[in-house]
C-alpha cells in the first residue's frame, strides 16, 4: 500500500478555486500534497478524521506589517490561530529591509517596531534571519519605496533627484534579485507625500523585467481618492506591472457611500490593465496618529503613545475632555502615538469585501499595546461574520479571496489550491461556528472554529492552541500568473 504522512478524510475541501466545496480524502507527503480524491487508500502515519469540517488551502495574509514579528516572534500566534499560513510583509512603504538606520526610525517606520528592530541593511540579510529564525509561517516581502526613500534622501519632505531615484532603484533591483515580490508605498505618509508620480514611475521600472508588482497605500483613500487610483493605475502602466489598492477603503464622513463609483473606477482600469485591491473586514483603519485625521465627529481610539503610555486604550475624545483641550490639541500632545479610527461606513466595507478583485488583508500592527482587532480577527470574522452570518459572499468564494487569488497575483508558486504537488498550506476549520473573538475592548483573543493548521505539511495549530511546530519558509516571486 502507498505510504504518507497524514490522511484527512472525508473532509468538505473548497480547493481555493472558488468552486462549490466537496467531500474528498487529501493526502499530505514531504510538505506537499501527495494525492486528493475519494475513498484514497494510503498507509498513514497520522490518520484525521474530518467529516463535517472544511479544508481549505492556508490563508494568505496579503497586507501585513509582520516583518519583525515573523522573526521576533516566530510562533506568529495571531495569524496561525486564524488559519494563515503565508505573510505579505513590507507593505504600506514601510519594509524592515532594505534599512540603515541613522537614529530612530521616522513615522510609519515606526510601526514595524523601535531602532533594535531594524537590523537588515539589505534585502539578502533579511531573507537569511528569515531563514534562522524559522517562523511558523511562510513569508513573502515587498521592498517599501518610504524605506528606500530614507535609505538615500537627507529628509523625506521633498521629491527625490535623479540621482536618488537611480540609487532607490539600484536597490530595489538587488530586493527583486533575491526574490521581493514587488514595491510598495504609502504616498498619504508625510515620508513619502512629495515623492511625485514621475518619482514612481522611474522607481518602479525594474518591476517590468522581474514582473513584480507594484501595491501602494494611496496618496489618499477621503475626497480625491479618484484622482489617487488614477496615479495608482498609471505607475502599473509605466512599469507594465499589475497594481494592488491596500486597504481599499471611502475614509471620513463626507465620502461614505461613495463605494460604487470607487469600485466601477477599478473595474474601469481592469479592462486594460492587472489591478487589484485587498482590503480588512472593520469600518475602522488603524495607523499612527495622523492629525490630518483627527475630527471631532469620528470616534477615535489611541493604540499607543510614547509621552502618555496610560492613553493606550482610551478615546481621544475623553482624553482630550480631561486636559480642556482640543482633540487635536490632545493629539499633538500624545505625539507620537498610534490610534483606531471608526471614520467608514459598514455597507461601503462590505461592498468592496464582495467585489471579485478584492483579495484579504489584514493591515494588523502586531507592535501595538492595544492593537486593531484586525490583527487576531480578521479571516475568521469573514467567514463567520460576513459569509454564514450576513451572507455578504459564500464561503467558497471567500476562501477564494484568501489563498488562490493571493498565490496568484503575488506569484507564489504551487499555493493556494488543495491540488496535488502544492505545498501542504491546509487550515481545517468549523464553518457552523467559525468566529472573530478579538474585539475592540479585547483585541488580543483568539478566534474560534479554525480546528488544524498545516504550514508546508507540518502541524503547527490545533484548536488546543500552537504545537510548536515551525516550518515556515521565504516565499520569492515565481514569474507572475495573474490571471484577469
Ligand atoms: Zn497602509
Ligand atoms: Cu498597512
Not at 508620480?197 to 494611496?218: F, N, R, S
Not at 502615538?337 to 478584492?358: F, K, N, Q, V
Request: one cysteine or more.
Amino acid at each position: 500500500m502507498l505510504t504518507c504522512d497524514t490522511l484527512i478524510r472525508h473532509a468538505r475541501v473548497a480547493d481555493g478555486t472558488g468552486g462549490p466545496p466537496e467531500v474528498l480524502d487529501v493526502a499530505l507527503r514531504g510538505g506537499h500534497i501527495e494525492a486528493v480524491g475519494t475513498s484514497l487508500r494510503f498507509e498513514a502515519a497520522r490518520l484525521i478524521e474530518a467529516e463535517g469540517l472544511e479544508l481549505s488551502p492556508g490563508f494568505i495574509d496579503v497586507h501585513t506589517h509582520d516583518d519583525t514579528s515573523v522573526i521576533d516572534s516566530p510562533l506568529m500566534l495571531p495569524k496561525l490561530s486564524q488559519g494563515v499560513t503565508t505573510v505579505i510583509v513590507g507593505n504600506c512603504g514601510i519594509s524592515v529591509s532594505p534599512v540603515r538606520l541613522k537614529g530612530a526610525p521616522p513615522d510609519p517606520m515606526n510601526l514595524l517596531g523601535s531602532a533594535e528592530a531594524f537590523r537588515y541593511p539589505s534585502f539578502g540579510a533579511y531573507v537569511e534571519a528569515l531563514e534562522a529564525a524559522r517562523p511558523s509561517v511562510n513569508v513573502g516581502a515587498l521592498t517599501g519605496h518610504t524605506s528606500l526613500r530614507y535609505n538615500h534622501m537627507d529628509r523625506l519632505d521633498r521629491g527625490a533627484t535623479d540621482g536618488e531615484i537611480e540609487a532607490m532603484r539600484t536597490e530595489l533591483r538587488d530586493a527583486l534579485s533575491c526574490g521581493a515580490l514587488g514595491l510598495s508605498s504609502g504616498l498619504a505618509y508625510l515620508s513619502a507625500h512629495s515623492g511625485t508620480a514621475e518619482e514612481l514611475h522611474a522607481l518602479a521600472e525594474p518591476l517590468t523585467a522581474a514582473g513584480a508588482i507594484y501595491a501602494t497605500h494611496m496618496r489618499t483613500e477621503g475626497d480625491a481618492i479618484l484622482d489617487a487610483m488614477q496615479e495608482a493605475f498609471s505607475v502599473g502602466r509605466a512599469a507594465d506591472s499589475p497594481v494592488i489598492i491596500s486597504h481599499l477603503k471611502c475614509a471620513g464622513i463626507a465620502n461614505w457611500g461613495r463605494s460604487n463609483e470607487v469600485l466601477e473606477a477599478l473595474e474601469l482600469a481592469r479592462r486594460t490593465q492587472p489591478v487589484g485591491c485587498d482590503c480588512y473586514p472593520y469600518a475602522a483603519s488603524s495607523t499612527t496618529l495622523d492629525l490630518r485625521q483627527v475630527d471631532e465627529r469620528v470616534e477615535i481610539s489611541i493604540t499607543w503613545s510614547a509621552p502618555h503610555p496610560e492613553a493606550a486604550g482610551q478615546s481621544l475624545a475623553v482624553i482630550a475632555r480631561g486636559w480642556e483641550l482640543s482633540q487635536l490639541e490632545a493629539a499633538r500632545r500624545l505625539q507620537p502615538a498610534g490610534a483606531i479610527y471608526h471614520s467608514m461606513a459598514e455597507e461601503d466595507m462590505r461592498r468592496i469585501l464582495a467585489h471579485p478583485a478584492t483579495m484579504i488583508g489584514s493591515d494588523g500592527l502586531p507592535h501595538d499595546p492595544r492593537p486593531h482587532p484586525r490583527l487576531w480577527g480578521t479571516f475568521p470574522r469573514v467567514l463567520g461574520r460576513y459569509c454564514r452570518e450576513q451572507k455578504v459572499l459564500s464561503l467558497a468564494e471567500a476562501i477564494h479571496k484568501m489563498t488562490h487569488l493571493p498565490a496568484t497575483r503575488f506569484g507564489l508558486a504551487k499555493r493556494g489550491l488543495v491540488r496535488e504537488g502544492y505545498y501542504a498550506d491546509l487550515v481545517l476549520l468549523d464553518a457552523e461556528r467559525i468566529a472573530d473573538k478579538a474585539t475592540y475592548e479585547d483585541p488580543t483573543r483568539a478566534s474560534e472554529g479554525i480546528e488544524r493548521v498545516w504550514v508546508n505539511g507540518v502541524l503547527a495549530y490545533t484548536s488546543k492552541g500552537a504545537t510548536g511546530a515551525r516550518a515556515g519558509q521565504f516565499v520569492g516571486r515565481s514569474k507572475r500568473s495573474w490571471t484577469d
